[in-house]
Nanobody
Framework: QVQLVESGGGLVQPGGSLRLSCAASGTIFKIDDMGWFRQAPGKERELVAT???????NYADSVKDRFTISRDNAKKMVDLQMNSLKAEDTAVYYC????????????????WGRGTLVTVSS
């Protein structure tokens, strides 16, 4: 069974930094895109950043030049370095990954972590 587990959330003051990490575990043959999404209270879940297996990155306009996504393919991990945090970055952050898993047949499946809360407040 595949799991994505996030860590690193917490309370930070405006202008501060946090680093989120996500580790994939289980019977994994290959991981394609990995990414971070977030959901603020009363809002829909939105894309924050994604990174391909080859290292190509994509960011939401609202976080460009402040957030950096990276991954370690050998460790099956994806990180999100968040700098210059603003109150509007407050949300539950979810890790996402497209993973090739085996069984009776090989299938690409989309997995989500349970989320980690980031609160930006003075």
């Amino acid at each position: 069974q595949v799991q994505l587990v996030e860590s690193g959330g917490g309370l930070v003051q405006p202008g501060g930094s946090l680093r989120l990490s996500c580790a994939a575990s289980g019977t994994i043959f290959k991981i394609d895109d990995m990414g971070w999404f977030r959901q603020a209270p009363g809002k829909e879940r939105e894309l924050v950043a994604t990174i391909s297996s080859g290292g190509y990155t994509n960011y939401a306009d609202s976080v460009k030049d402040r957030f950096t996504i990276s991954r370690d393919n050998a460790k099956k991990m994806v990180d999100l370095q968040m700098n210059s945090l603003k109150a509007e970055d407050t949300a539950v952050y979810y890790c996402n990954a497209r993973i090739l898993v085996g069984g009776s047949t090989w299938s690409w499946m989309n997995y989500w972590g349970r989320g980690t809360l980031v609160t930006v407040s003075s």
